[in-house]
Structures are given as structure tokens and as C-alpha cells.
T-cell receptor, first 111, second 112 residues
Framework: DAGVIQSPRHEVTEMGQEVTLRCKPISGHDYLFWYRQTMMRGLELLIYFNNNVPIDDSGMPEDRFSAKMPNASFSTLKIQPSEPRDSAVYFC?????????FGQGTRLTVV | GENVEQHPSTLSVQEGDSAVIKCTYSDSASNYFPWYKQELGKGPQLIIDIRSNVGEKKDQRIAVTLNKTAKHFSLHITETQPEDSAVYFCAASLRNNNDMRFGAGTRLTVKP
């Protein structure tokens, strides 16, 4: 398996634009997590899914953030409209009731 | 909810020395404690984990200890090498809900 795959690796966008981050979890994993990493706040859990159903989205910072998991092999994290303070590295991870495996992350810069 | 504290934030050791990173957690119900290593430009990688029914686990130069009474766990790296230089994160979770909370990270530098 290629591991958790995220795209794009880097994204630079202007304030106010919509940003969509994508994730393909490891096949067979039934949990999917979205994390955000910044110097100030470290690794923060934004939302996680179990069997494609959102279980806990209490970490989503604002209504501008939304996440979907239309099927077991794909998830998106959308920010609309984006703001400079959203600049961070966003990680997707997946697990199968055990250890979580992370993707390489998407470095988002909002200018 | 769970709160994980990690110390130190930075650690510098000489090649060949040992490194110890410590974490405490707040939720006594937490029963799964993984450690991740993050190299520059990469995602965190699981290096070792321990469950609450075990007090210690070893994997070559890496060991983790858990004290459930005191609610703290530690990562021990022996015979450190320059390639061990990275940021290390501890985490704690309830395996049932997979709500994993991370410590703030420790930047380890191993000097040749």
C-alpha cells in the first residue's frame, strides 16, 4: 500500500478564495482524521470519521471549515473563504482501530 | 477531554548518549499511548506504541515506559545517532473512540 496520500503537497492562495484539500486513506482503514499543525498550536485534531461518518468535529475552528467523506477511499477538507490565519500544514491520517498513519501533509499558505 | 503535556520542548545530546522525553496525560481512562517521529517536510511516523496493560515496551534502541498511577509515560532512545534528530510527539487516546491528543513535541538534536 502506498500509505495515506494527500494532495496537493503545497497550496498558495489568496485570502477569500476557496481551498480544497484531498486525502486518500490506506485501504481497509475505517477511521480517517484531519489534523492541522502550526508552530503556535502544534498538532490539532480537526475532525474524524468512522466508516465515512463524521464522529467528532469539535476541533473544526469555524464554519468556514467543512469536511466530507463520500466514500471509504476519499475525503476532502474545504476552507471557504480562506484567511491568512488558516496558513498551516494540514495532515490526514487513517487507522483501523489501532495506530494512526499520517500522510505527507498539505502546506497551505493564504496570502 | 484529554490533555497531554510533553517535556522538554528541545533536547540536544551527543551522538551515542541516551535521550529521554516525558509526557503526562490527564484522562485516567486513556489506554493507548503512541509515539511519533516527524522529520522536516514529512508527516509524523509511528515509531512505537504502548497499551495500558503493559508497563514497558522495547524495539531495538527505542523503549517506552508507562506509569498509569502517575499518568505519565516516557520515550527512551539509547545510543543516539544523527539520524534520530527530529521532532518527537507523544499522544494519548481511548482506543474505542480514536480521539488521539498530541503533546506539543520535542525537537531532538543529536550532535555528531
Amino acid at each position: 500500500d502506498a500509505g495515506v496520500i494527500q494532495s496537493p503537497r503545497h497550496e498558495v492562495t489568496e485570502m477569500g478564495q476557496e481551498v480544497t484539500l484531498r486525502c486518500k486513506p490506506i485501504s481497509g482503514h475505517d477511521y480517517l482524521f484531519w489534523y492541522r499543525q502550526t508552530m503556535m498550536r502544534g498538532l490539532e485534531l480537526l475532525i474524524y470519521f468512522n466508516n465515512n461518518v463524521p464522529i467528532d468535529d469539535s476541533g473544526m475552528p469555524e464554519d468556514r471549515f467543512s469536511a466530507k467523506m463520500p466514500n471509504a477511499s476519499f475525503s476532502t477538507l474545504k476552507i471557504q473563504p480562506s484567511e491568512p490565519r488558516d496558513s498551516a500544514v494540514y495532515f490526514c491520517a487513517s487507522s483501523n482501530r489501532g495506530s494512526a498513519f499520517f500522510g505527507q501533509g498539505t502546506r497551505l499558505t493564504v496570502v | 477531554g484529554e490533555n497531554v503535556e510533553q517535556h522538554p520542548s528541545t533536547l540536544s545530546v551527543q551522538e551515542g548518549d541516551s535521550a529521554v522525553i516525558k509526557c503526562t496525560y490527564s484522562d485516567s481512562a486513556s489506554n493507548y499511548f503512541p509515539w511519533y517521529k516527524q522529520e522536516l517536510g514529512k508527516g509524523p511516523q509511528l515509531i512505537i506504541d504502548i497499551r495500558s496493560n503493559v508497563g514497558e515496551k522495547k524495539d531495538q534502541r527505542i523503549a517506552v515506559t508507562l506509569n498509569k498511577t502517575a499518568k505519565h509515560f516516557s520515550l527512551h532512545i539509547t545510543e543516539t545517532q544523527p539520524e534520530d534528530s527530529a521532532v518527537y510527539f507523544c499522544a494519548a487516546s481511548l482506543r474505542n473512540n480514536n480521539d488521539m491528543r498530541f503533546g506539543a513535541g520535542t525537537r531532538l538534536t543529536v550532535k555528531p
